[in-house]
């Protein structure tokens, strides 16, 4: 075999990331949103999105999401962006576009983990839209990307809201009417009153939805005794799934929960790495995990967190938390890659609306959302309106 002596054999330079960016943007708010640790969206106040853009040098850019709501965990906006622009964004810059893995590590050396991931929410922001942008620098989807894409529709289902009886039928009402079949109701609302209002709401919309998959989601506010409790009384009720009924960090009672309910317990604050996951799989404290792109710090991690629990045969389900159409995407990718046992809690649309999602976007007809098949996200972000919604 002759080589040509005048053939430049040296690699071609790879595609590096170039410059990171950070927006803070005010979304307007369609409707109340609570859960147990408080309020999520205000009606007439505005609701607070963290971008991020991610430019490549061979022009590619993609767009990535974090959703402060401290009153699902510790993260805040301030914190978000400090995190974003003055630890993540310098320990990520120059990488090259192609090293998941590498921005990983790096993330991992900028902020270290404590308990569990630090800071999984701003890290997710960035991971998203690195995502974004390789997939778009090679002209395919994140399934193409990944070679793995199961599903070309998610069903989604509908957060029932308010706490009286009038509320609960007014927004189940509003949910079948958008075609939604299936509903998720949130607990632990009202604990001065104990789990008894809890479960009238479950059984008002059981009643109104004779053949709905229902899952209730008490987002950490029981305690052993109460959860329990709850999760009896449910029982009759034909729940799917009773979600994250203890504090995160209580894995030996999830454990002695998941043993003596007759409700099944879904887990979702407790998995923030897929380490966690392994943890309750070697303790027998888990039956169903839920998978959430966010608070995984972002897709490479929930690839991981997905697949060990798929090889160590545990049910997922799938969650978001309130993102606009760029979270909703890459969450709709996620799930598309997997085979889910209920419908996912995906809920943005309801309760905010994405004003810079731009092209063709997400169609959700019917309680069903398609799965993007455009390059990256598969979504369009107008950059100026994300300038003019910036704050």
């Known amino acids: 075999m002759v080589l040509n002596p005048e053939a430049d054999t040296r690699p071609a330079t790879a595609t590096t990331v170039e410059r990171i960016e950070v927006f803070t943007v005010a979304l307007p708010t369609l409707r109340e949103f609570t859960v147990a640790g408080g309020g ?7 609701a607070i999105r963290v971008l ?12 990535g999401e974090a959703t402060p709501i401290p009153s699902w965990t510790y993260e805040t906006t301030e914190s978000i962006v400090s995190t974003l622009t003055h630890y993540l964004a310098p320990a990520a810059t120059g990488l090259p576009l192609w090293d998941l893995d590498g921005l990983v590590r790096a993330c991992d050396r900028a902020i270290r983990r404590g308990w ?12 998203v839209a690195w995502h974004d942008a390789l997939a778009r620098s090679r002209g395919v989807s994140l399934g193409e990307l990944w070679g793995r894409r199961r599903h070309e529709s998610v069903e989604l289902c509908w957060i029932v809201t308010g706490v009286d009886a009038d509320a609960v039928a007014d927004s189940l009402a509003e949910g079948r009417a958008a075609g939604y079949r299936h509903f998720k109701v949130k607990a632990g609302l009202e604990p001065g009153r104990g789990v008894g209002a809890d479960v ?24 052993q005794e109460s959860a329990l409790c709850l999760a009896q009384r449910l029982a009759p009720l034909d729940v799917a799934a009773l979600e994250q009924p203890l504090p995160a960090n209580d894995i030996d009672g999830l ?5 003596l309910s007759p409700v099944p317990i879904a887990v979702d604050e407790s ?10 799989v070697r303790l027998g404290a888990i039956g169903i995990a839920v998978a959430k792109v966010q608070r995984c710090a972002g897709l490479t991690l929930a690839l991981r967190q997905c697949q060990l629990a798929e090889d160590c045969g545990i049910a997922l389900m799938g969650s978001g938390l309130t993102e606009s159409d760029i979270g909703l995407a890459a969450s709709l990718h996620l799930f598309a890659a997997h085979d889910l046992i209920a419908p996912a809690d995906l809920n943005g649309r309801q ?3 994405s004003l810079y999602a731009t092209g063709p976007g997400i169609r959700v007809r019917q309680g069903v959302a398609e799965v993007p098949t455009g390059p990256g996200l598969g979504i369009g972000v107008d950059e100026g309106i994300v300038r003019e919604l910036a704050c």
Do not use: C
């Open 116 to 127: 569990s991931t630090g800071m999984p929410l701003a890290r997710a922001a960035l991971d």
């Open 351 to 353: 309760f905010l609306s």
């Open 200 to 223: 009238a709401r479950v059984a008002a919309v059981r009643a109104a939805a004779p053949d709905a998959t229902l899952i209730v989601d008490a987002n950490q506010a029981g305690t």
């Open 271 to 280: 998995l923030r790495h897929p380490t966690d996951l392994a943890s309750f």
């Open 40 to 46: 999520v969206t205000t009606r007439g106040r505005p």
């Open 52 to 63: 991020v853009k991610v430019s490549a040098s061979d022009g590619s850019t993609g767009w």
């Open 255 to 259: 454990r002695r929960l998941r043993d």
